[in-house]
C-alpha cells in the first residue's frame, strides 16, 4: 500500500499549461484556415454570379439584336432593341425596366449598318477584378 502513495501518477501544473498552449496554437491554425477558406469561397461565388449575371445579359442582348436587326439609341445609354428597351443606369442594366444585373459598369450597344457591337464590363469584385464581354452581331440584309 504504501508503493501505491509514493507512485505520483497524473500530470504536472506546467505540463498542464503547456498541453493547453500547443491545444490552443493547434486551433488557430485550424481556425484561420477555416477562415480563409471561407472567404476563398465567398469570393469565388461572388466572382461566378458577377460573371453569369454578365453573360445571361449579353446572351439576351445578342439575341434581341438578332431578332430585331435594328438597335436605335434613344437616349444616353438607353437602346431600342425591336420591342425591348435596354437601359443603363450604373451600375444597374436594365431591359424593359427589369433588371438584368446590378453589376455593370459599363455598357454599349453601338449600331451600324450592317451590324452592332456590344459590350458589357463588370464591376470590379472582391479581388480587385472586372471582366468585359464583347460581341459583334452581322445583320442578314
Excluded at 490552443?24 to 465567398?42: D, E, K, N, R, W
Excluded at 420591342?83 to 459599363?106: A, C, H, M
Amino acid at each position: 500500500m504504501m508503493s501505491r502513495l509514493k507512485a505520483e501518477e497524473g500530470i504536472t501544473l506546467v505540463e498542464l499549461l503547456a498541453s493547453i498552449a500547443i491545444l490552443s496554437i493547434v486551433i488557430l491554425l485550424v481556425g484561420s484556415v477555416h477562415i480563409f477558406g471561407q472567404t476563398q469561397f465567398i469570393s469565388q461565388t461572388e466572382t461566378a454570379s458577377q460573371s453569369n449575371d454578365l453573360r445571361y445579359s449579353l446572351s439576351l442582348v445578342s439575341r434581341d439584336v438578332r431578332q430585331a436587326g435594328v438597335v436605335e439609341e434613344i437616349g444616353e445609354r438607353t437602346y431600342l432593341v425591336g420591342e425591348y428597351t435596354y437601359s443603363f443606369q450604373k451600375p444597374s442594366l436594365f431591359r424593359n425596366g427589369e433588371r438584368l444585373s446590378s453589376k455593370v459598369d459599363d455598357f454599349k450597344i453601338i449600331p451600324t449598318e450592317d451590324h452592332a457591337e456590344i459590350i458589357i464590363k463588370s464591376t470590379t469584385n472582391r479581388q480587385a477584378q472586372d471582366e468585359s464581354y464583347h460581341t459583334t452581331i452581322y445583320f442578314r440584309r
